[in-house]
């Protein structure tokens, strides 16, 4: 139990209250009966991840809990209703991304079976794949590898040296790797428990290279052997994720009927010819590796829910946890005002993220339930899903290990799960794309929209519009900003800053931040198109910074205007408002945390800059009371958290102290200080 002085008195009547139950199902989102038949089964401790285990131990655990998910149909979801799935896409990634409550390392190597190797065979192959292997696939009768990565070659996959040189005269592809460099590495159920990969090669046919293609490759007999010319190596321990076989493949002269060639973006005739529906090769590429941008979209959902947790716990013990005596008695950690200020913007900004990625699941729902399976729409998945997998990768970090640095030494110790969390999830911001390649991806989709503005525009439009950004840049602290900048024409600081930086502003200081930086790298990549090869390379590379922050900027904005949306649709008013707060401050901690760039830029005054961390202050003040309802509605039952400092053990330690030294006061024989004996 919380003690009561921490959530709004019942006798404040004008005081807003949180309806706990509203939110926690604002949050879960469109697929919350999904998340909550997911949570409901991890609720088995048989789910649980184990402290102390051995490597061995936990990989065998780890594949007996995913026999434990084919029993509870957790394999199906997205599969097609012919080999007994249920084909729903956006609730195979809400029930995925819940299994990071049980075990981060079950989680992955559900992701990589199910959503990697099944998904592979899935989107890249056509219907005598699916009968031939989808049903083993999704029984986990046939466990298999994802084999894209390449030790010489993450996110570069365009570039990676393994090959798949097709013979004629056998109807056979040649799966070879060429020299150390191109071994398929990081690989899950490589080392251990995989039958069979996809693997990613260039085609070659003819003398000519086709680019990167998928093909099915046989690993292991019934014996758990690798066939003849398959070779490997264990990962070994690693940082985290240590209930996963992570291994490295290498092929020498493998040969695979023509047939394993998953060939819906690309085919070959027995004689050798190649074809496909998708003329130009960088395309046909990017349709490849962007229908497997679920991935991507899982680690955005799972990254903000083990950030919740974290936060769960953290602001559960600091509503608890009493230190240091101000003469009324000692203090819950989450009445020092530096405690709300590590604790709730962070808050914040996982409910941002948990917003935005209901948005994103919608999308990507609709782009692979077909409903909305335009090449636009494709585009857009891939952007967001590259900017929003970034942030909260990156947010997973930070948020964790403020976590456990907010518990002190209990957040150390294990068995409260923090430091485990920040060890499975570090790898998230690398793998299914490097978060900093990621957002330059990002960051060339803008420049692409950007130049599009342009397009059929005569020069003395172009003309017209240049003379207004050299007017803008310099004098942007006139036009936009005239709401609220002058704090005196508004009366007190406090009451000025509220009205001038509240949703409106918010948004303009956000979005215009956004824009200017687009603009600003896009004048200076002008003259590159001008320039040779090289050239223009360099001078993109003097940019790539500015354009990752850019890209950055880009994906914050996405999760205000989800916020923004989400607030909207609280139908309690005192809920509305509260949320309305934690909005706010996630908008104007963003801003606080970019003030440089928008006073170098003119785009707020000295004045009002200096304003924005006190009006945040008051923010986390407000929203002190109302903490534990928050994190209370992520909707964690005892089950999923199990972090004994956040299961009442603390209260229960504090009441016990407490009642200890009233009895020895009222018995009179408690001793006096040192410094009231000396004044005797």
């Given at each position: 139990m919380v003690d009561a002085a921490v959530r709004p008195v019942e006798a404040e009547s004008s005081a807003p209250r949180v309806d706990v139950p509203a939110v926690t199902s604002l949050l879960l989102g469109t697929w919350a009966t999904t998340r909550l038949e997911a949570r409901e089964v991890i609720k088995d401790p048989a789910f649980w991840q184990v402290n102390g285990l051995t490597v061995a131990e936990h990989r065998e655990r780890v594949l007996t809990q995913m026999h434990l998910l084919v029993e509870n149909n957790g394999s199906r979801r997205a599969f097609p209703k012919k080999y007994g799935g249920f084909e729903d896409n956006g609730a195979n990634l809400a029930g995925f991304e819940e299994l990071v409550l049980a075990d981060p390392s079950l989680q992955i190597k559900s992701g990589v079976q199910w959503g990697l190797f099944g998904s592979a065979i899935y989107q890249l192959g056509t219907e005598k794949h699916h009968d031939k292997w989808l049903p083993a696939v999704i029984s986990l009768d046939l466990p298999g590898a994802f084999a894209m990565t390449?030790?010489?070659?993450?996110?570069?996959?365009?570039?990676?040296?393994?090959?798949?040189?097709?013979?004629?005269?056998?109807?056979?592809?040649?799966?070879h790797t060429?020299?150390?460099?191109?071994?398929?590495?990081?690989?899950?159920?490589?080392?251990?428990?995989?039958?069979?990969?996809?693997?990613?090669?260039?085609?070659?046919?003819?003398?000519?290279?086709?680019?990167?293609?998928?093909?099915?490759?046989?690993?292991?007999?019934?014996?758990?052997?690798?066939?003849?010319?398959?070779?490997?190596?264990d990962d070994g321990v690693k940082g985290g994720l240590n209930g996963i076989d992570n291994g490295r493949l290498h092929f020498t002269n493998v040969r695979v009927p023509r047939e394993n060639l998953l060939n819906r973006y690309g085919d070959v005739a027995a004689d050798g010819t190649y074809t496909s529906p998708i003329d130009s090769p960088g395309r046909r590429f990017f349709t490849m590796l962007g229908a497997l941008v679920q991935g991507r979209v899982s680690l955005d959902?799972?990254?903000?829910?083990?950030?919740?947790?974290?936060?769960?716990?953290?602001?559960?013990?600091?509503?608890?946890?009493?230190?240091?005596?101000?003469?009324?008695?000692?203090?819950?950690?989450?009445?020092?005002?530096?405690?709300?200020?590590?604790?709730l913007p962070r808050l914040a900004q996982v409910y941002a993220q948990a917003f935005a990625h209901d948005e994103l699941l919608k999308k990507f729902d609709g782009v692979f339930g077909g409903t909305t399976d335009t090449p636009e729409e494709r585009e857009d998945l891939e952007t967001l899903a590259a900017a929003l997998k970034s942030l909260s990768t990156w947010n997973a970090l930070d948020i964790i290990q403020e976590a456990r640095e907010a518990c002190g030494g209990s957040g150390f110790l294990a068995e409260n799960r923090l430091t485990g969390l920040r060890s499975d999830l570090d790898i998230y911001v690398t793998f299914e794309g490097d978060n900093n390649v990621l957002l330059q991806l990002?960051?060339?989709?803008?420049?692409?929209?950007?130049?599009?503005?342009?397009?059929?525009?005569?020069?003395?439009?172009?003309?017209?519009?240049?003379?207004?950004?050299?007017?803008?840049?310099?004098?942007?602290?006139?036009?936009?900003?005239?709401?609220?900048?002058?704090?005196?024409?508004?009366?007190?600081?406090?009451?000025?800053?509220?009205?001038?930086?509240?949703?409106?502003?918010?948004?303009?200081?956000?979005?215009?931040?956004?824009?200017?930086?687009?603009?600003?790298?896009?004048?200076?990549?002008?003259?590159?198109?001008?320039?040779?090869?090289?050239?223009?390379?360099?001078?993109?590379?003097?940019?790539?910074?500015?354009?990752?922050?850019?890209?950055?900027?880009?994906?914050?904005?996405?999760?205000?205007?989800?916020?923004?949306?989400?607030v909207g649709r609280a139908e309690d008013e005192g809920t509305r408002q509260v949320l309305t707060w934690l909005r706010d401050l996630f908008g104007l901690t963003l801003i606080e945390k970019h003030l440089s760039w928008y006073l170098i830029n003119g785009r707020l005054s000295t004045q009002r800059a200096a304003a924005v961390s006190?009006?945040?202050?008051?923010?986390?003040?407000?929203?002190?009371?109302?903490?534990?309802?928050?994190?209370?509605?992520?909707?964690?039952?005892?089950?999923?958290?199990?972090?004994?400092?956040?299961?009442?053990?603390?209260?229960?330690?504090?009441?016990?102290?407490?009642?200890?030294?009233?009895?020895?006061?009222?018995?009179?024989?408690?001793?006096?200080?040192?410094?009231?004996?000396?004044?005797k």
């Open positions: 390449e030790t010489g070659h993450g996110s570069d996959v365009a570039a990676i040296g393994t090959t798949a040189t097709y013979d004629p005269a056998t109807e056979e592809f040649v799966i060429p020299f150390r460099g191109a071994w398929k590495d990081y690989l899950g159920n490589a080392a251990l428990h995989g039958k069979a990969a996809t693997v990613f090669a260039q085609l070659i046919t003819g003398g000519v290279n086709y680019g990167v293609h998928c093909f099915f490759v046989p690993l292991r007999d019934e014996n758990g052997e690798f066939l003849p010319g398959i070779g490997g190596e959902g799972a990254a903000t829910w083990a950030s919740a947790l974290a936060l769960n716990i953290a602001v559960t013990y600091a509503n608890q946890r009493r230190q240091f005596d101000n003469g009324a008695g000692e203090v819950v950690l989450l009445d020092y005002g530096k405690h709300q200020r590590r604790l990002v960051g060339k989709r803008l420049l692409s929209d950007y130049a599009k503005q342009f397009k059929g525009k005569d020069a003395a439009a172009l003309a017209r519009y240049a003379v207004g950004q050299t007017a803008g840049n310099v004098f942007h602290g006139a036009g936009l900003r005239q709401i609220g900048q002058v704090v005196t024409d508004l009366g007190s600081t406090a009451r000025a800053v509220e009205r001038g930086l509240r949703a409106d502003q918010q948004h303009e200081l956000l979005a215009g931040r956004v824009q200017q930086m687009v603009a600003d790298v896009a004048g200076r990549l002008r003259a590159a198109s001008k320039m040779s090869k090289a050239e223009g390379a360099e001078r993109f590379n003097d940019n790539q910074a500015e354009l990752i922050e850019a890209a950055r900027a880009h994906a914050e904005l996405l999760q205000w205007e989800a916020f923004t949306d989400a006190r009006y945040i202050d008051r923010l986390v003040k407000r929203l002190r009371p109302h903490a534990q309802d928050l994190v209370d509605a992520f909707g964690h039952a005892p089950e999923h958290v199990r972090a004994p400092i956040a299961s009442g053990a603390e209260q229960a330690r504090q009441d016990e102290a407490a009642a200890h030294y009233a009895a020895l006061a009222a018995s009179g024989e408690a001793p006096i200080s040192e410094k009231v004996a000396k004044k």
